[in-house]
C-alpha cells in the first residue's frame, strides 16, 4: 500500500523567477560574461545591452545583446565544469549530426574561478513551451520521437552519462540519506518534519516496486535522453518554416530507455506511432507503461536535487516544493499499482 496524504508544510510563499534585470551600462564592460566573450570572439563588438536572465550559487544566465550576427543577441551560461563537459559534448559532437533545431553554440570560454566555465548560445528568444496548446504538444512529440530515434547512434561513443533506473536508484538513496539527516538536524515545525518523514515513507516505496520498474527498462531501447524537459527548459521558436520546439538545456542529458523524457510526453498515441517504424516491439501499452516509470523517477530525482540545496533559510522556498514532489511520487506509485 502506498502512504496515505502527505502533511502539509507551514504555509510559505514560493520564491518566484525574476524577470529580466537590464545592468547599468557602467557594470558591462568588465561583467565576467564579457570577458569571457571577448576571449572567445576577439573581434566581436561591444555589447549594446546586457540582462540578468538567471543568477543563482551555481548557475548565471544573461543576454549580451548586440555581439552576434547580424547584431543578434547571444546567450551567456556559466556553469560548473561537473555539468559543462556534457553540455559541450551535446552541442559540439551531437546536435549538429540530429534533424533537430537547437539553439546555434558559438563556443566557451573559462571563468574567473576555475571551477566554472562559460556557454554562449544563440538567443532563441521568449516564447515559452505551453503544453496545454494543441499545436505545442505535437511540437514536442514530434521533437522527442526525432531525438529518441535517432541519437543513440551518434551519442553512444561519447561516454555520457548512464540515466536510466540505476542513476535514479542513486538519487533514492541519497534523497533518502538526506531526509534523514535533515530531519534530525534543522530547525523544523512539526508539520514540516513530518512531511520529511511521508517522504522517507514514499521512496520505501518506490524501492519496494524498483525491480518492477528495472525489468521494464531493461527490455526497450537505450538512446539519447534530455533528461529535464521542464517548461522553462523549452523554447517555441518561428522560422520559415513554421514553428518549432527548441530545448535550451542540455546539462542532464545521458543514455537510458527513454522513461524519463516519456514523463514529459504529452501525446503517447503520437509519439508510438511515430517510433514504431524503428522500434516494432514499442506497442502505445508499453509506451504508457515506460512513461508512468518516468513518472515515478522525475519526483525522486526532483527530491534529491531540492534535499542538496536544503538550509535553515531556504526552508521557506524549499518545503513546498517538496510537498509538490512528494504528490507526484505517490500519484506515480498509484499509477503503476494500477497496472
Same mark, same amino acid.
Given at each position: 500500500?502506498?502512504? &496515505?496524504?502527505?502533511?502539509?508544510?507551514? %504555509?510559505?510563499?514560493?520564491?518566484?523567477?525574476?524577470?529580466?534585470?537590464?545592468? $547599468? $551600462?557602467?557594470?558591462?564592460?568588465? =561583467?565576467?560574461?564579457?570577458?569571457?566573450?571577448?576571449?572567445?570572439?576577439?573581434?566581436?563588438?561591444?555589447? /549594446?545591452?546586457?540582462?540578468?536572465?538567471?543568477?543563482?550559487?551555481?548557475?548565471?544566465?544573461?543576454?549580451?545583446?548586440?555581439?552576434?550576427?547580424?547584431?543578434? @543577441?547571444?546567450?551567456?551560461?556559466?556553469?560548473?565544469?561537473?555539468?559543462?563537459?556534457?553540455? +559541450?559534448?551535446?552541442?559540439?559532437?551531437?546536435?549538429?549530426?540530429?534533424?533537430?533545431?537547437?539553439?546555434?553554440? !558559438?563556443? @566557451?570560454? $573559462?571563468?574567473?574561478?576555475?571551477?566554472?566555465?562559460?556557454?554562449?548560445?544563440?538567443?532563441? &528568444?521568449?516564447?515559452?513551451?505551453?503544453?496545454? #496548446?494543441?499545436? =505545442?504538444?505535437?511540437?514536442?512529440?514530434?521533437? #522527442?520521437?526525432?531525438?529518441?530515434?535517432?541519437?543513440?547512434?551518434?551519442?553512444?561513443?561519447?561516454?555520457?552519462?548512464?540515466? &536510466?533506473?540505476?542513476?535514479?536508484?542513486?538519487?533514492?538513496?541519497?534523497?533518502?540519506?538526506?531526509?534523514?539527516?535533515?530531519?534530525?538536524?534543522?530547525?523544523?515545525?512539526? &508539520?514540516?518534519? /513530518?512531511?520529511?518523514?511521508?517522504?522517507?515513507?514514499? #521512496?520505501?516505496?518506490?524501492?519496494?516496486?524498483?525491480?518492477?520498474?528495472? +525489468?521494464?527498462?531493461?527490455?526497450?531501447?537505450?538512446? #539519447?535522453?534530455?533528461?529535464?524537459?521542464?517548461?522553462?527548459?523549452?523554447?517555441?521558436?518561428?522560422?520559415?518554416?513554421?514553428?518549432?520546439? %527548441?530545448?535550451?538545456?542540455?546539462?542532464?542529458?545521458?543514455?537510458?530507455?527513454?522513461?524519463?523524457?516519456?514523463?514529459?510526453?504529452?501525446?503517447?498515441?503520437?509519439?508510438?506511432?511515430?517510433?514504431?517504424?524503428?522500434?516494432?516491439?514499442?506497442?502505445?501499452?508499453? %509506451?504508457?507503461?515506460?512513461?508512468?516509470?518516468?513518472?515515478? !523517477?522525475?519526483?525522486?530525482?526532483?527530491?534529491?536535487?531540492?534535499?542538496?540545496?536544503?538550509?535553515?533559510?531556504?526552508?521557506?522556498?524549499?518545503?513546498?516544493?517538496?510537498?509538490?514532489?512528494?504528490? +507526484?511520487?505517490?500519484?506515480?506509485?498509484?499509477? %503503476?499499482? @494500477?497496472?
Amino acid at each position: 500500500m502506498n502512504p &496515505g496524504p502527505l502533511p502539509r508544510p507551514s %504555509v510559505r510563499r514560493c520564491h518566484a523567477s525574476i524577470a529580466p534585470i537590464p545592468l $547599468p $551600462p557602467g557594470e558591462i564592460p568588465d =561583467h565576467p560574461a564579457v570577458r569571457a566573450w571577448r576571449s572567445c570572439r576577439p573581434s566581436s563588438p561591444d555589447p /549594446a545591452g546586457m540582462e540578468v536572465l538567471k543568477d543563482k550559487l551555481k548557475s548565471f544566465v544573461c543576454r549580451l545583446q548586440g555581439v552576434g550576427p547580424g547584431e543578434a @543577441s547571444v546567450i551567456a551560461k556559466r556553469t560548473h565544469i561537473r555539468t559543462a563537459r556534457t553540455e +559541450r559534448l551535446i552541442y559540439e559532437d551531437v546536435i549538429p549530426k540530429l534533424p533537430l533545431r537547437s539553439p546555434r553554440y !558559438f563556443g @566557451s570560454a $573559462p571563468d574567473d574561478d576555475p571551477w566554472f566555465v562559460w556557454f554562449f548560445l544563440e538567443d532563441v &528568444g521568449e516564447i515559452p513551451y505551453a503544453p496545454s #496548446l494543441p499545436e =505545442h504538444r505535437r511540437l514536442a512529440t514530434r521533437w #522527442l520521437a526525432t531525438l529518441h530515434t535517432s541519437g543513440a547512434a551518434v551519442a553512444a561513443p561519447l561516454g555520457l552519462a548512464d540515466r &536510466g533506473p540505476l542513476y535514479h536508484a542513486q538519487h533514492l538513496g541519497l534523497a533518502r540519506t538526506e531526509l534523514g539527516e535533515a530531519a534530525a538536524g534543522l530547525p523544523l515545525s512539526p &508539520g514540516d518534519r /513530518a512531511l520529511l518523514h511521508r517522504l522517507v515513507s514514499l #521512496l520505501d516505496a518506490a524501492e519496494s516496486r524498483w525491480k518492477l520498474l528495472q +525489468r521494464l527498462c531493461e527490455g526497450t531501447p537505450a538512446t #539519447l535522453l534530455h533528461a529535464d524537459l521542464k517548461e522553462n527548459n523549452v523554447r517555441i521558436i518561428r522560422d520559415g518554416n513554421g514553428a518549432l520546439f %527548441v530545448p535550451i538545456d542540455w546539462e542532464m542529458a545521458g543514455l537510458g530507455a527513454p522513461a524519463i523524457d516519456l514523463a514529459k510526453c504529452p501525446d503517447i498515441a503520437l509519439y508510438t506511432e511515430l517510433v514504431r517504424p524503428h522500434w516494432p516491439a514499442m506497442t502505445r501499452g508499453r %509506451v504508457e507503461r515506460l512513461r508512468d516509470v518516468g513518472l515515478v !523517477f522525475r519526483p525522486i530525482s526532483a527530491i534529491c536535487w531540492e534535499m542538496s540545496h536544503l538550509r535553515p533559510d531556504s526552508l521557506q522556498w524549499s518545503m513546498p516544493q517538496l510537498l509538490s514532489y512528494g504528490e +507526484r511520487l505517490k500519484n506515480a506509485l498509484e499509477r %503503476v499499482d @494500477s497496472w
